[in-house]
C-alpha cells in the first residue's frame, strides 16, 4: 500500500458564461502523471437565489453545462446564455501519489 496526499481546491469565478466555453487556468494545481481528479462538481447561482448544480443535466437537450479538467485549463461548456448565472464555485477534488 503506498501513501497519497488527499487535496480539495476550491474556485470562485465571478461572472457568467454567455460563450459556448469557457477556459480557466488551473492556479496552483500542476496536472502530473501523479495526479488523480477523484470529483470535479459545483454550483452556478444568478443574482437571485436560483441555483444549478455543476455539471447540469437538462431535460431539455443542449441546455446543459459540463466541465472537464485539461492539463491546463478547467473548461466549462454550455450551449446556451447562462450569462445571468455570476458567480460559480467549482470543488476539485484530486490525490497526488
Same mark, same amino acid.
Given at each position: ?21 469557457? &477556459?480557466?487556468?488551473?492556479? $496552483? *494545481? !500542476?496536472? %502530473?502523471?501523479?495526479?488523480?481528479? +477523484?470529483? /470535479?462538481?459545483?454550483? #452556478? ?17 443542449? &441546455?446543459?453545462?459540463?466541465? $472537464? *479538467? !485539461?492539463? %491546463?485549463?478547467?473548461?466549462?461548456? +454550455?450551449? /446556451?446564455?447562462?450569462? #445571468? ?13
Amino acid at each position: 500500500m503506498s501513501s497519497v496526499q488527499s487535496l480539495r481546491s476550491i474556485l470562485l469565478i465571478t461572472y457568467g458564461s454567455r460563450y459556448q466555453y469557457l &477556459d480557466l487556468g488551473l492556479n $496552483e *494545481i !500542476t496536472v %502530473t502523471d501523479t495526479l488523480r481528479f +477523484t470529483r /470535479i462538481y459545483g454550483t #452556478a447561482n444568478d443574482s437571485d437565489t436560483s441555483y444549478l448544480p455543476l455539471p447540469f443535466a437538462s431535460s431539455v437537450a443542449g &441546455d446543459g453545462i459540463s466541465l $472537464e *479538467i !485539461t492539463p %491546463t485549463v478547467i473548461r466549462i461548456t +454550455t450551449a /446556451i446564455d447562462y450569462s #445571468a448565472y455570476t458567480e460559480t464555485f467549482i470543488i476539485l477534488e484530486y490525490f497526488k501519489a
